[in-house]
């Protein structure tokens, strides 16, 4: 049976967000997309195009071994449609901020591609993955607070992303205590970049505290 076709008729995309039509979109929201340009759009294809590309071969760690490239574009995802951010740096950066960590991505080719804000952002979200694992967890923690506004929103969009996968379809491997170590981790995260976006806060407070309560 195609995938269409087992789908029930009204089968919610989103479960956890309001469907909303196009045409019933506010005043206000028509209005802040319509304040961007085309270059706005024409930077964030070329980041998905750019990102797709690099990510082509990697799968996630779950089961379904689910395409990668799934990741950014769901944080970018969640940065526009949840969180309601519109700046194209920071989305194109959130479609491009694992590039250089997972794959043979240079900064230099960010830079450029994508100019010096987009890199910088991208650079303040990218671990270092010579280093130990425990160094490289204890330096996000230690980083966070000092991260630019811009590279805080991508870093706060990622973790709701990751925590809502851990969620959803663990990586093969995790067992809970695993999955429980990686929520502890993310909230001491979190908790050094409170006071940059509201609907991200509230989400991610909602899903640590359900699984560390
Ligand atoms: N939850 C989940 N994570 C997956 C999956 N596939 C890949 N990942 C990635 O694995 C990382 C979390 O796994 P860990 O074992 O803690 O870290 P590590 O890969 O960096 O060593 C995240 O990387 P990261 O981008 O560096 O994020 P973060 O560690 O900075 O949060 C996440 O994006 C999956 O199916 N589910």
């Excluded at 920071?90 to 994508?114: N, Q, Y």
């Excluded at 230690?142 to 663990?170: F, M, Q």
Aim: with cysteine.
């Amino acid at each position: 049976m195609s995938e269409k076709a087992s789908n029930p008729p009204n089968y919610p995309v989103y479960p956890d967000l309001e469907e909303k039509k196009p045409s019933e979109s506010s005043a206000s929201g028509k209005k802040a997309f319509m304040d961007h340009g085309p270059e706005d759009m024409a930077l964030v294809v070329k980041a998905a195009d750019f990102a797709t590309r690099k990510h082509r071969f990697q799968k996630r760690k779950d089961l379904a071994q689910t395409p990668y490239i799934n990741h950014p574009i769901g944080v970018a995802f969640i940065l526009t449609n949840e969180a309601k951010v519109f700046d194209s740096a920071v989305i194109a950066a959130a479609m491009l901020h694992d590039t250089v960590e997972d794959t043979k991505t240079t900064f230099d080719e960010i830079k450029e591609h994508f100019g010096q804000e987009i890199h910088d952002i991208v650079k303040e979200c990218t671990d270092d993955k010579s280093l130990p694992k425990q160094t490289r967890k204890q330096l996000q923690i230690e980083h966070a607070a000092g991260h630019s506004h811009k590279a805080k929103l991508v870093k706060l969009a990622d973790k709701l992303y990751n925590l809502r996968d851990a969620e959803r379809a663990a990586p093969v491997g995790w067992d809970k205590r695993r999955v429980k170590e990686y929520f502890k981790w993310s909230k001491d995260v979190v908790a050094q970049m409170k006071g940059t976006n509201e609907t991200l806060e509230i989400a991610l407070d909602q899903i640590i505290n359900k699984h560390l309560a």
